[in-house]
Nanobody, 122 residues
Framework: QVQLVESGGGLAAAGGSLRLSCVASERTNPYALGWFRQAPGKEREFVAA????????YYGTSVKGRFTISRDDAKNTQILQMDRLKPEDTAVYYC????????????????WGRGTQVTISS
């Protein structure tokens, strides 16, 4: 089964940007890809997803207009570009891969990365 490894997390100031990457251990072409996040004491939250073709993208309401998801199947990679960051974006971010559908509910995700911490200072 595909393994996912995130990178690019860290500390940023409010209003700044971070770029998360997720590399898969096998071809990403059959998968819809995405990102979720989980803040302390909160449930895992949908952030963004992209379909197999890369033509359709989906965003959670709290990040729409600020975050951009993309994929590069030649590199088995997906990217989450995060701009105009806010302190409430602080969370562990998980990349995902799902064959059966674009997953916007955590229960529908087939494969999870281990997560990368993002901390936004005010």
């Amino acid at each position: 089964q595909v393994q996912l490894v995130e990178s690019g997390g860290g500390l940023a100031a409010a209003g700044g940007s971070l770029r998360l990457s997720c590399v898969a251990s096998e071809r990403t072409n059959p998968y819809a890809l995405g990102w979720f996040r989980q803040a302390p004491g909160k449930e895992r939250e949908f952030v963004a997803a992209i379909d197999w073709s890369g033509k359709r993208t989906y965003y959670g309401t709290s990040v729409k207009g600020r975050f951009t998801i993309s994929r590069d199947d030649a590199k088995n990679t997906q990217i989450l570009q995060m701009d105009r960051l806010k302190p409430e974006d602080t969370a562990v971010y998980y990349c995902t891969a799902t064959r059966t559908a674009v997953a916007m509910n955590a229960a529908d995700v087939e494969r999870w990365g281990r997560g990368t911490q993002v901390t936004i200072s005010s």
